[in-house]
């Protein structure tokens, strides 16, 4: 039951022995849309306000796409200061999730990215893979009460795509695709959550490169 309120740099890298491929063949295989998946920066992207970044979209279309950094803590603010600051009395003391940098879109605005067991209607995005994301104050009065999800982290701002740009940077080895699931995203200590998407692609992190040449 649920609850709730209803730059083009070619990449050199070694693999890792007896499970890794080479790293553009992995690439080949990444799906067209990417919703509920993460995305892994590689040394070949471009913008180093995503340097080392994974990134959770949350949906994905012709349209373009929405994602959340999830490994990058937001610094000397935390989920307690942040009640604070709307005024939300906390009656569990269990509640304190993470609060990371979003993204560089609307820093001022909070996204709850969270397990399946909560649904807000008419506010959460239900997200491929049996996550769900909420961006309004009913989910954080919820968590404050302990009533919230079973998972989630908190987001300021937020990673924004248009029609055609993920697929570009794609292209130009900017990222690579990897499956999400609750260990990754939720149990994965933030500064861990770079190698160890990396690692379950086949990719040893401690060997890529941008240095010419290809893998």
Do not use: F, H, N
């Given at each position: 039951m649920r609850a709730g309120c209803e730059s083009n740099n070619s990449v050199r890298t070694r693999l890792i022995p007896g499970?890794?491929?080479?790293?553009l063949e992995v690439m080949e295989e990444q799906p067209d849309f990417l919703e509920g998946q993460v995305l892994v920066a590689m040394p070949g992207m471009g913008d180093p306000r995503f340097?080392?970044?994974?990134?959770f979209i949350c949906s994905h279309s012709a349209e373009g796409a929405m994602g959340l950094i999830i490994n990058k803590p937001a610094q000397e603010l935390d989920f307690s200061d942040l009640l604070d600051q709307l005024q939300i009395p906390v009656a569990s003391e269990r509640t304190n999730p993470p609060v990371y940098f979003g993204g560089p879109v609307e820093h001022g605005r909070g996204f709850v990215l969270h397990t399946a067991d909560y649904s807000c209607e008419g506010a959460t995005l239900e997200v491929e893979g049996g996550f769900g994301m909420t961006a309004t104050l009913d989910i954080l009065r919820d968590m404050a009460r302990g009533e919230g999800p079973?998972?989630?982290?908190?987001?300021?701002?937020?990673?924004?795509?248009?029609?055609?740009?993920?697929?570009?940077?794609f292209q130009a080895h900017g990222w690579l695709a990897c499956d999400a699931d609750e260990a990754l995203i939720f149990d994965t200590a933030p500064e861990a959550r770079w190698a160890t998407?990396?690692?379950?692609?086949?990719?040893?992190?401690?060997l890529l490169s941008t240095e010419g040449g290809n893998a």
């Open positions: 499970r890794a491929r080479p790293i340097a080392r970044s994974v990134v079973r998972g989630a982290l908190l987001a300021l701002g937020y990673a924004g795509w248009a029609p055609g740009q993920l697929e570009t940077e998407a990396l690692e379950r692609i086949g990719i040893d992190p401690r």
